[in-house]
């Protein structure tokens, strides 16, 4: 059985829904969200989550996380003199490195 007990599945296929383990598709689920999973990658999960209600349910929590950090974080900046300072020091270490 899967760490994540959604409750699609038998117990004699190890909870998957259509062959994709639950824990997958859940560890997976953020690059859904970030759009950096391939094509065929994102017809698998999709398929999933439209046959499976525990992990739908958790998908939507994930994405309403994501919404919900976007929202309270952006447009804040960081103060002109601490950008200054690390680009002093990204240029310092990338002449290192150099």
């Known amino acids: 059985?899967?760490?994540?007990?959604?409750?699609?599945?038998?117990?004699?296929?190890?909870?998957?829904?259509n062959g994709v383990d639950c824990a997958e598709v859940i560890a997976e689920v953020w690059t859904l969200l970030d759009g950096e999973c391939t094509a065929e990658s994102r017809e698998r999960l999709r398929q999933h989550l439209e046959n499976c209600p525990g992990c739908l349910r958790e998908y939507g929590v994930e994405e309403r996380i994501k919404v919900l950090i976007a929202t309270k974080c952006s447009?804040?900046?960081a103060p002109a003199r601490l950008r200054e300072r690390l680009r002093v020091e990204i240029s310092r270490t990338t002449i290192i490195r150099g």
């Open 1 to 17: 059985m899967t760490d994540f007990a959604c409750g699609c599945g038998s117990p004699e296929d190890g909870g998957t829904e």
């Open 75 to 77: 447009g804040e900046k």
